[in-house]
């Protein structure tokens, strides 16, 4: 059950709101003061988290026998917040930007760090219409951290007619990023652990360690020297 309230959180909730959403959909109706029982949780804590539920749209409460129950909300309604926030953030983007009085056209390099880094690189990929990108040292290592998320990128790939070419580990013939419709793919003998990404300007290195982050490098001499020695690989790699 941690994976599932791990997962929740990935989705926006807190913790302790992933815990007693869980909690009511295994037990309800339930009172608070059971429910805080049942959670060995602080019964003042439990209301104020039963309160943010409720006007998150993920529980109700319904009058029985003159006492207040607490019920989840049917799993769909997690979708609600998503679209919320995604209408918020639309609606403030165009004014941010109006705030944007310099564009930086030197070089640019930048660490991110984490899940949230590899999501901003795949999204800058996805929105870049670059139509080829390049991948050496492959590691396949996305699909692990990102899991099910991986799969729909790979079909935005193809949805978006980009193309690309991956340099990886004889030792993972087989994974599923080798066998992308999209992409060709060629094998050497080395495994390491980390990936390099090139696409219009970009570099991406990902490094894959107990804390994963990416070295973003933004420069067209920077991305030109190494899709030049990407090129040099793919002429030595096997099919």
């Known amino acids: 059950m941690n994976e599932l309230t791990k997962d ?21 109706p339930i009172g608070g003061g059971k429910l805080s029982k049942t959670l060995n949780m602080d019964r003042t804590h439990t209301y104020n988290v039963l309160k943010n539920l409720v006007y998150k749209g993920l529980a109700s409460n319904i009058i029985k026998d003159k006492k207040t ?39 640019v390099a930048k660490i991110l760090q984490g899940k949230p880094g590899l999501r901003t690189i795949i999204r800058l990929l996805l929105e870049s219409k670059e139509k080829e990108i390049l991948v050496y040292g492959g590691t396949g290592k996305s699909y692990e951290i990102l899991g099910y998320e991986m799969p729909h990128v790979a079909k935005e790939t193809e949805l978006l007619k980009i193309k ?28 390491t652990p980390s ?45």
Do not use: C
């Open 164 to 191: 690309g070419r991956i340099i990886t580990s004889e030792k993972l013939r087989g994974h599923p990023f080798t066998k992308l419709p999209n992409f060709k793919i060629k094998f050497i003998e080395e495994l």
């Open 195 to 239: 990936s390099t990404m090139i696409f219009g300007n970009r570099v991406s290195i990902n490094v894959f360690n107990e804390n994963p982050f990416v070295l973003l490098i933004e420069d067209k001499s920077v991305a030109d020297s190494y899709r030049q020695y990407f090129e040099y690989l793919w002429k030595i790699a096997s099919k």
């Open 69 to 107: 129950l607490f019920q989840a909300s049917p799993p769909k309604n997690l979708l609600n917040q998503i679209q919320q926030k995604e209408q918020v953030i639309k609606s403030i983007i165009p004014k941010l930007e109006s705030l944007e009085t310099v564009k930086l056209t030197e070089s």
């Open 8 to 28: 929740l959180e990935e989705a926006g909730l807190s913790n302790k709101e992933a815990e007693v959403y869980i909690a009511l959909l295994k037990n309800q």
